[in-house]
């Protein structure tokens, strides 16, 4: 089995930065694409910011220019580098990774969410 384990939420005031990370553990036999999105009370999930293991990074039009994805292979680690956040960026963010695990079955692929982590800013 794999799973993924948030940390680093908590409540900020605007114009504040956090730092999230995401750590995988298990049977990880490749990392492939891992990300970060929230949900904020009465909304839908929505992709905040995406990296592939070739380090290409995506991001949504509402963070550009704000947040910074970036992954340490070594540690199964993702993270989410969050500066000037806003009152609309409070949400719980939730870690997402694929990738391929091993198992008594030989090598699978995997998708696995984290619990989320609450990340609340103040105006």
């Known amino acids: 089995q794999v799973q993924v384990v948030e940390s680093g939420g908590g409540l900020v005031q605007a114009g504040e930065s956090l730092k999230l990370s995401c750590a995988a553990s298990?049977?990880?036999?490749?990392?492939?694409?891992m990300g970060w999105y929230r949900q904020a009370p009465g909304k839908q999930r929505e992709l905040v910011a995406g990296?592939?293991?070739?380090?290409?990074?995506n991001y949504a039009d509402s963070v550009k220019g704000r947040f910074t994805i970036s992954r340490d292979d070594a540690k199964n680690t993702v993270y989410l580098q969050m500066n000037s956040l806003k009152p609309e960026d409070t949400a719980v963010y939730y870690c997402?990774?694929?990738?391929?695990?091993?198992?008594?079955?030989?090598?699978?692929?995997?998708?696995?969410w984290g619990q989320g982590t609450q990340v609340t800013v103040s105006s």
């Open positions: 997402n990774a694929d990738g391929v695990r091993g198992s008594i079955f030989g090598r699978l692929p995997f998708a696995v």
């Open positions: 298990g049977s990880i036999f490749s990392l492939n694409v």
């Open positions: 990296i592939t293991n070739g380090g290409n990074t």
